[in-house]
């Protein structure tokens, strides 16, 4: 019987090499994860129903596995992973982690950490007895990444780009237009201020309605400034969100301020999300005061009428 196919990534490769980032990249990338599963148990993982409101069966899987794994011995791994993919169709790819001996050994210098194989010996016996051990499944591997350079955050971004699928990798778009008089949003990335723009409280006709009036959207749309200034916002949220992606930033949050939050903030909120939606990118909008009651001693004096 063939199981829903998914992709599957066994990770393996020399202790110190960096196989904690690649797991914690690949999860951050929407991937399930499992550290050191004896491959035995494999089929009773793939059997088990996923608990209620996590992700679905078609949830890439990586699989965590190297010389510490109970029972851990590669030649039976290889052999397991065979059987897999000849009576049960899945498709096991494998990446090996590789660095040089010389670097591995600084590495646990500098950690003060004792190599896993070599407990009461130099991390040199343990890293030649390890890399013994693991030949077979070096042999075997159709991805092995060479660590020996890499700083940590240059083998996330590898993973990333080797592995984000579609939209995968892409962080949580929020748009968010809120008051100043009612204080500034928790956890916001980046906050714009947009009092310089005339406020449409302070006409009558217009107070009553807010930033998603065609009315109110005018009358801030006719500010001199308004052009220039909200263009060169876009344009550089334009520059930046790619960067945070490239980091791995998880969540970015924008904040759109005015005075009351109902109005100014409202209408450039909305502008800015349909600009990254044209350019590919699906932010969330939220307008957290836009219920308030309008208030003159908020706003403070008229400016700019």
Partial sequence: MTRQSKPILLITGMSGAGKSTVLKTLEDLGWEIVDNLPLMLLDRL?????????MDDSTP???????QTRDFDADRIIGRIRDLRDRHGLEIGTLFLDCSGVELERRYSETRRRHPLAPDRPAGDGIAREREMLRPLRDWANRLIDTT???????????????????????????????????LPRNADLVFDMRFLRNPHWDPRLRPGTGLDAEVAQYVMADPAYEAAVSRIEDLLLLLLPRYKAEGKSYVS????????????????????????????SPTVNHRDLGAAPQDSLEGPPVGL
């Avoid at 759109?256 to 990118?281: K, P, W």
Wanted: charged share 20%; glycine share 14%.
């Fill in 46 to 54: 793939l059997d088990t129903p996923r608990a209620q409101g996590q």
């Fill in 254 to 281: 924008v904040a759109i301020g005015c005075t009351g939050g109902r109005h100014r903030s409202v209408h450039v909120a909305e502008r800015i999300a349909g600009r990254l939606r044209a350019e590919g990118f």
């Fill in 149 to 183: 350079t890499l700083a940590a955050n240059e083998l996330a971004q590898q993973i990333r780009h080797s592995f984000a699928q579609d939209d995968q990798g892409a962080p949580t778009l929020s748009i968010q237009s809120f008051g100043f008089a009612r204080g």
């Fill in 61 to 67: 899987l990586a699989i965590g596995i190297g010389s």
